[in-house]
């Protein structure tokens, strides 16, 4: 069992910045994969950023070059840095976990963008 928990959501402003952490606790060696997804209102749930193995991080095509995702082992810590924020980013930001078998989620952080 892995426990997710996201936090850093909140208001920015159009080309503003902010940093989204998740967290995780329990049995974090059985991860594989981890990264975070976004679902906006009305919209279906997309992949932001994704750490896969000891690979390098995937993005979203929408957060390219904008967003990094980088990983803290020793504190078993994701952390989601975003830059130059787009209305279009708005949305509940889910930490996401893969092991083996099973796929864990976080409880969401809200992320608004607006002025």
């Known amino acids: 069992q892995v426990d997710l928990v996201e936090s850093g959501g909140g208001l920015v402003q159009p080309g503003g910045s902010l940093r989204l952490s998740c967290t995780a606790s329990g049995n974090t060696i059985s991860i594989i994969n981890i990264g975070w997804y976004r679902q906006a209102p009305g919209k279906q749930r997309e992949m932001v950023a994704l750490?896969?193995?000891?690979?390098?991080?995937i993005y979203g095509d929408s957060v390219k070059g904008r967003f990094t995702l980088t990983r803290d082992n020793a504190d078993d810590t994701v952390y989601l840095q975003m830059i130059s924020a787009q209305p279009e980013d708005t949305g509940v930001y889910y930490c996401?976990?893969?092991?083996?078998?099973?796929?864990?989620w976080g409880p969401g952080t809200q992320v608004t963008v607006s002025l």
């Open positions: 996401y976990a893969r092991a083996r078998i099973d796929t864990y």
């Open positions: 750490i896969r193995g000891s690979s390098s991080p």
